[in-house]
């Protein structure tokens, strides 16, 4: 279920998960980062197992309302459709972005029980 936020659909959840990854990202507007790279593949990942739909230009609208660069909110729109495509992505080794319970948090606080 979508619903309307400022001009863009998105799945409350998958707002939510825009959200946090936006907060983890900082205000670099983008994924300038090989860490923050890896947190939206992963969070994107995370969300599509669960069967959520991934809409690239809903997520870039997301991320140009949100104060992303052009650039930043295409290269998010492209990293969500490569993960809708199960692209092989080349990314930092290191521990997981996310807590194992997210996607359950994302959940509640779309829920209206958030944090």
Same mark, same amino acid.
């Given at each position: 279920?979508?619903?309307?936020?400022?001009?863009?659909?998105?799945?409350?959840?998958?707002?939510?998960?825009?959200?946090?990854?936006?907060? /983890?990202?900082?205000?670099?507007?983008?994924?300038?980062?090989?860490?923050?790279?890896?947190?939206?593949?992963?969070?994107?990942?995370?969300?599509?197992?669960?069967?959520?739909?991934?809409?690239? /230009?809903?997520?870039?609208?997301?991320?140009?309302?949100?104060?992303?660069?052009?650039?930043?909110?295409?290269?998010?729109?492209?990293?969500?459709?490569?993960?809708?495509?199960? /692209?092989?992505?080349?990314?930092?080794?290191?521990?997981?972005?996310?807590?194992?319970?997210?996607?359950?948090?994302?959940?509640?606080?779309?829920?209206?029980?958030?944090?």
């Amino acid at each position: 279920m979508a619903r309307e936020r400022e001009g863009v659909l998105v799945d409350p959840v998958v707002g939510v998960a825009l959200k946090y990854l936006d907060n /983890q990202v900082g205000s670099n507007g983008g994924l300038t980062h090989p860490e923050d790279k890896k947190a939206a593949v992963e969070a994107f990942v995370i969300l599509w197992k669960a069967g959520y739909e991934l809409l690239p /230009q809903e997520i870039e609208s997301w991320a140009l309302l949100h104060d992303w660069t052009a650039a930043g909110a295409r290269g998010l729109g492209e990293v969500a459709d490569g993960v809708r495509h199960h /692209q092989r992505f080349v990314l930092v080794h290191s521990g997981p972005s996310w807590n194992s319970d997210a996607l359950e948090v994302w959940r509640s606080e779309a829920a209206g029980g958030g944090r």
